[in-house]
């Protein structure tokens, strides 16, 4: 049974730092895109980093790029989310994703291209 379950968030302070990670079952990470999405309260869910299959490369989006940055384990079939010098506007339900059976792909931050979704973590960012 194909399962992704996050975890590693909480309540942390202006400037701390995360790491979330996306553990899997049922099928193995490295042979997979995955995605990392964000849903803050009244907004619309929005793709912040993927993983590619294989040689591991790496998207982070513009509107986090340096701060965050995604990796993979794949001894542990973990992907992490580290967040560094969190801000307010940080806070959201982070969720992953995998594409494991579709075959359409849409680009890493396109809902549409991940066909399974983990529960979510939430962060929240607040003094």
């Known amino acids: 049974q194909v399962q992704l379950v996050e975890s590693g968030g909480g309540l942390v302070q202006p400037g701390g730092s995360l790491r979330l990670s996306c553990a899997a079952s049922?099928?193995?990470?490295?042979?997979?895109?995955i995605g990392w999405f964000r849903q803050a309260p009244g907004k619309e869910r929005e793709g912040v980093s993927c993983?590619?299959?294989?040689?591991?490369?790496?998207v982070i989006a513009d509107s986090v790029k340096g701060r965050f940055t995604i990796s993979r384990d794949s001894a542990k079939n973990t992907v992490y989310l580290q967040i560094s010098h969190l801000q307010p506007e940080d806070t959201a339900a982070y969720y992953c994703?995998?594409?494991?059976?579709?075959?359409?792909?849409?680009?890493?931050?396109?809902?549409?291209?991940?066909?399974?979704w983990g529960q979510g973590t939430q962060v929240t960012v607040s003094s």
């Open positions: 993983i590619g299959p294989s040689d591991q490369h790496t």
């Open positions: 994703a995998a594409l494991i059976v579709g075959r359409s792909w849409y680009g890493p931050f396109d809902e549409k291209s991940y066909d399974y």
């Open positions: 049922g099928f193995t990470l490295e042979h997979h895109p």
